[in-house]
């Protein structure tokens, strides 16, 4: 018992109490067997039974429970293996068929390796080729039977490419250019990988021959573009709302940032700005990146309490768009502004507006001081150096307060004009420059215009007097015409009637010129009277169709009208419109054999009337096409049929039809027929719809008799 409670003395802890109780009672009988007490046998039994069941039953317990645990653990396991072996099987089968599209896409890789436009090649440790696709012979002229020192031979930097070849290690991969004597370039690429135990080297030439020249040329223009940016005394910003694509010197000046930093991000601009100007300035970014406005120009406050114009606007750069923010110095100016008493605004604006561009300059230094936004708009087109030279030479020569020219493009015939003020006490220059761009052309043409008109007016005036002048003695006529008429039985006289007869048709030949001279005159100088109301289109057409029909039928004119629609009001002056229809229909009978047909036709479609005269006349040559809405433009006489006229008429409906906002158009085809059309919109919306009836005007038949006067039945 001693021995066993020594083996298990680390059981002695309170968590052990059964333990520590076993313990006790042995302890107990001990005490009890050397002071022969009666109770040390019951004990004893109690202790050993104690150690039995502490001893055997619980080991045996114990190792059951853990039997019990790995017979479980072990089923598991058998169910985990099963598992895993079916997700061996299924994952072989993948393999294999990954195996089998790898080797298709091996074979297509091949495939398009050796249709590639690109030379591509392979080479053994003994750098043999061992294989070259089909461009390798065509672009490079390279043979399977040759060394690749004809790399060498090929490139004017061959020898460079052998010792990278031959250099490029298991793994490696390595590039160059590559430079042809015929000024070609290739971008050369080796790779060096173990296939099965032989070492391949994968040779491919790239030629970049035209991307390296594009390349070059927008790395040259860019460097001139940052050159001259740079130039510039205004900040030049390319961004977004994060990144900075382009900042130039005086940007970085104008906002106090260091040019030793590397990277500048936008936030760092808008970290120079007085926080109460940052919403105004995101919102100016917000709305250009929208595409709302194309140009934003904003006023600012730097933390440094520096005065600042910002214009930005969208542009496109590296294929991408972006924003250019442009900032001008403004502090000069706006102290400068700011000191003036209450003509300040009004200075301003003028100083700014001016369209000639103004710069102050301090006289020592001969930095530009102040500068506005005409001269802004003046450097945009010139270059400063040109300007700096034509400044210098007038101060040399010291010319002050004069107006001196100098050209500026030869060629182009511009030049500009050059005015400078010596501000001594203030030592600064006022310099003013005006462009001169084509002043001479100008002028030139401003005369050219001035006699053109001048001669215009002439004519037109010719047109109106003479018009004056013939209408008295007409009207005299037609008076004494009108006696002899009512009289001829008085004077009994059987040829009376034919002479009053031929009068009266002379009179209205020379009546409706005058009228068409005039009217034209007046269209043209618009002074033109207008009556336009609210008309029935279908209803003027067809009137004057039917009187035109009941008065000359007899006289072998075969007229028809036609309509898709029976009545449409619309906003017309009719008695320029009557006129206009009347002379369609007279021309149409000039040249047209009796008895021919003539069709007036009024359609309504796609929100458009159409009123077209078609007759079946002798037709309009084709060169002749362009003339006849021309004043005086006539159709050649030997073509009518015993017809006069001066070549007014179809000038005067012109003129009419553009009055109503209107088009006229023409089909002929030579001994077949015309087709005149005016085309009208369903609103005339340049007047106010006041609708009301037509109540008085001359005679449709008074006009009929004089539009007709040129035709002889």
């Not at 010291?398 to 005015?419: M, P």
């Not at 003695?473 to 040829?495: A, F, G, R, T, V």
């Not at 007899?554 to 008695?575: E, H, R, T």
Request: hydrophobic share 35%; with cysteine; net charge positive.
């Amino acid at each position: 018992k001693l021995f066993y409670i020594h083996k298990n003395r680390s059981k002695l802890k309170l968590k052990n109490l059964n333990y520590i109780i076993l313990v006790s009672i042995n302890i107990f009988s001990f005490i009890c067997a050397i002071f022969n007490i009666s109770m040390y046998l019951i004990l004893n039994i109690v202790g050993n039974l104690l150690i039995i069941k502490f001893t055997i039953i619980d080991d045996v317990k114990l190792k059951l429970s853990k039997l019990d645990y790995s017979i479980r653990k072990s089923k598991r396991l058998n169910e985990n293996i099963s598992k895993i072996s079916n997700k061996i099987g299924k994952e072989q089968i993948r393999q294999s068929e990954l195996e089998e599209d790898l080797i298709n896409i091996q074979e297509q890789i091949k495939k398009a390796v050796n249709e590639s436009e690109m030379p591509v090649m392979k080479i053994d440790e003994s750098e043999k080729v061992i294989y070259c696709n089909k461009s390798s012979w065509i672009d490079i002229n390279f043979n399977k039977a040759n060394e690749i020192k004809f790399i060498e031979k090929r490139f004017t930097n061959g020898g460079e490419c052998i010792k990278l070849i031959r250099n490029t290690k298991l793994d490696e991969y390595n590039s160059m250019n590559l430079y042809t004597k015929e000024d070609q370039v290739y971008r050369f690429i080796c790779s060096c990988e173990l296939s099965g135990n032989n070492i391949i080297k994968t040779l491919i030439f790239n030629d970049i021959t035209q991307s390296t020249l594009i390349q070059n040329q927008l790395k040259e223009s860019e460097e001139k573009y940052k050159k001259l940016m740079d130039l510039l005394i205004d900040g030049v910003i390319i961004h977004d709302l994060e990144n900075i694509e382009y900042i130039n010197d005086a940007a970085l000046e104008i906002l106090n940032i260091p040019k030793d930093i590397n990277d500048i991000r936008f936030i760092n601009i808008k970290e120079k700005l007085n926080d109460k100007y940052l919403k105004e300035f995101n919102d100016s970014l917000n709305l250009i990146l929208k595409g709302k406005v194309n140009k934003i120009i904003n006023k600012f406050k730097t933390i440094n309490n520096k005065y600042i114009e910002i214009i930005t606007t969208k542009m496109e750069y590296n294929n991408s768009f972006m924003i250019l923010s442009i900032i001008v110095d403004i502090n000069e100016t706006e102290i400068a502004l700011r000191k003036l008493d209450g003509s300040k605004k009004t200075y301003q604006a003028l100083v700014q507006n001016l369209p000639d561009g103004i710069i102050v300059m301090d006289k020592f230094k001969k930095n530009i001081i102040y500068q506005n936004k005409s001269m802004i708009r003046i450097l945009k087109s010139i270059k400063i150096e040109s300007i700096n030279k034509f400044i210098d030479d007038y101060i040399s020569k010291e010319f002050y307060g004069q107006v001196k020219k100098y050209e500026i493009d030869k060629a182009e015939n511009s030049s500009l004009a050059l005015t400078i003020i010596d501000m001594k006490e203030e030592n600064q220059f006022l310099v003013l420059i005006r462009l001169l761009d084509n002043e001479e052309r100008v002028l030139e043409a401003i005369k050219e215009l001035d006699l053109v008109n001048n001669q215009h007016h002439v004519k037109n005036e010719f047109l109106i007097n003479t018009s004056k002048c013939l209408k008295d003695p007409i009207e005299n006529i037609s008076k004494i015409n009108d006696k002899l008429e009512k009289n001829k039985q008085k004077y009994n006289s059987n040829h009376i009637n034919n002479y009053t007869k031929l009068v009266k048709r002379n009179c209205y030949r020379i009546q409706r010129l005058i009228n068409n001279m005039k009217e034209i005159a007046d269209t043209e100088n618009g002074v033109s009277s207008e009556n336009f109301i609210s008309y029935d289109i279908v209803k003027l057409t067809k009137n004057i169709v039917d009187i035109i029909e009941k008065n000359y039928s007899n006289k072998g004119i075969n007229i028809k009208f036609k309509s898709n629609i029976n009545s449409y009001n619309m906003i017309i002056d009719v008695d320029k419109m009557e006129r206009a229809i009347l002379n369609l229909i007279s021309n149409s009978i000039k040249f047209s054999e009796m008895g021919s047909y003539i069709e007036v036709n009024i359609t309504r479609e796609n929100k458009e009337i159409k009123i077209s005269v078609k007759d079946e006349g002798v037709g309009i040559p084709k060169d002749r096409m362009n003339f006849i809405f021309t004043k005086f433009g006539q159709i050649d006489r030997t073509l009518s049929r015993n017809t006069e006229g001066c070549g007014v008429g179809l000038a005067l409906v012109k003129e009419i039809v553009n009055l109503h906002k209107g088009q006229i158009h023409v089909q002929s085809e030579e001994g077949v027929g015309s087709t005149f059309t005016i085309i009208l919109q369903e609103n005339i919306g340049f007047i106010d719809k006041k609708t009301f009836e037509r109540e008085d005007y001359k005679s449709i038949e008074e006009k009929i008799n004089v539009e007709f006067a040129d035709i002889y039945f």
